[in-house]
């Protein structure tokens, strides 16, 4: 169960523990920028016992505000102990039982297009990231399934959405985060793994949500810092562009690169072609090496199946 | 959108020139380097899912960034401004055109698109049916499924982040589809072809004129 979280309490995560193990990596006016602009992440939190499913409930929330006069406020999260109608991409059934974070994001998009499509590789990286600060191998393959040697332990799904009387856009980014739910049903056994099973204990759920939530806050501030530096160095001479920390980040936390895969748009009812991974495009993309023709392929939407 | 049409001109037109001259322009400033020559034979993109690319056309250098442009079409070079070679060209020049041949049924859907009602991609990105347009069109067959303005209809799926796409044309029913699910298809391209009921018959009488009239 997620006890009652509070977005004081994720400001104090990140004022005591995330901020100074960020100061290791970055310089503390970077640090505090990225902060500032990840700032509304868990701005309201709303926490249900039993829901069928958190998207649906995002933006009826959305509408409802509107409805009223209001703007949703960005960075609401919705959590439930337990869903009964979760799904992933393509209706895949999705289980979340008690026991795991089960989370939709609500962020309003002030963000140029070509900084908006890395809004999932940012949301990969941040649930990575709170895996890993639990002493676990996580490793995220593109665009932002994250596994534990090849078992998935995390799962994230984005949406668009356009409110239906301000026609605000919305991302909005579910997750489905196997943390202490075990056993799985015997057809995910072999593809599905859970933190518990991998540390052998519970972990504090409303800990790890907070946590999780701290990283959404650094990962999207990332995007927004990004977006900015890219802005301020654009003088229109076509010099180049600072490179993107949110995609360094993404590939020091990325198995993907190297790999041998089948690529499909939906790979585990259609896969397309087997290629070997070659790296991560500036614009997001994966940089493919068609293993048949030897040609070089960037794709943009799809997914991978690791072969090797 | 046109309700009459003039079949001997258009047929009598596409006899006289069966092609299509499709102009490549520059895709930002930069440096040209031309791969191809007046007259080359280009193919266009190949294989189930459209991933080996066609013909390398030409290099564009900015910066010491460079960027290859493969041909999107198969055809023949009809036009290369050789005169640019190695020049620094502004964004947007057209410097090359390629002539493809046309087929029957590209000719039909040339006709078609002058009186269907496209519907275009509103980003580069995969599309696929909306889930209940898509147990719609399994149901009742692709023409079989009426589509109004507000409808959900499509799914915009890019780095996996899916976005709906609502239907902002006449009223009508989805008569032609440009695109594969799983298969990028440019901002602006078509994706579908609406028609109105009315408009069937002289549709179905534009694809049985053209069929018995070309070999």
Redesign the interface.
Known sequence: MVAPLSFQTIRQLISDVEIPSRLGHYPAELVQAVYRYGAPVGSTILHLPQADRLMPLARQRINEDETRGHSCPSGMAFLADELTGSRG?F?RSWYAPPGGLWLTLVMANTLL?ESM?????AAGMACCEAIRSYGIDARVKW??DVHVSGRKICG??????TSSTFAEEY?LIGVGLNVNNLPFPAELGATAVSMKEILGCDTELTSFAARLLAKFSWSFGLLCHDEAQRLAADDGS???LPDSLLLAGWRELSDSVGRKVWF???VQR?P??QAEVLGLAPD??IVLR?LE?G?E?VE????LLYID | MTHEIDFDAIIGKYRSDPFDYMDVCTIH??QVRFRVRQDAAVEGPS???H???GTLLYEMT????QKKIFSSSNGVVSFIRDDLEGQFVEAGEKILTIRHPLKKREIIENILRQVLEPFNAP????Y?FS?ELQAKIDKHGQRGVSIKPGDEILTM????????VYYAGEPGIIHSVYFQ??V?VSQGEPLLGICSQEKLPMIQKIITRVKAEWE
């Open positions: 991409r209706q297009p499509r890395l809004y999932p590789l665009v932002n994230v799904l984005c949406e668009s959405f991302v076509g010099a180049q499909g748009f939906d259609q397309q072609y997001g993309g068609h023709s040609g392929i943009h939407s799809g997914e | 400033t930069g294989g189930e899912w991933h080996i690319r900015r910066e010491g960034n980003e580069r990105a995969k696929f889930l799926s890019l780095m996996k982040r899916d976005t709906p699910p799983g990028s």
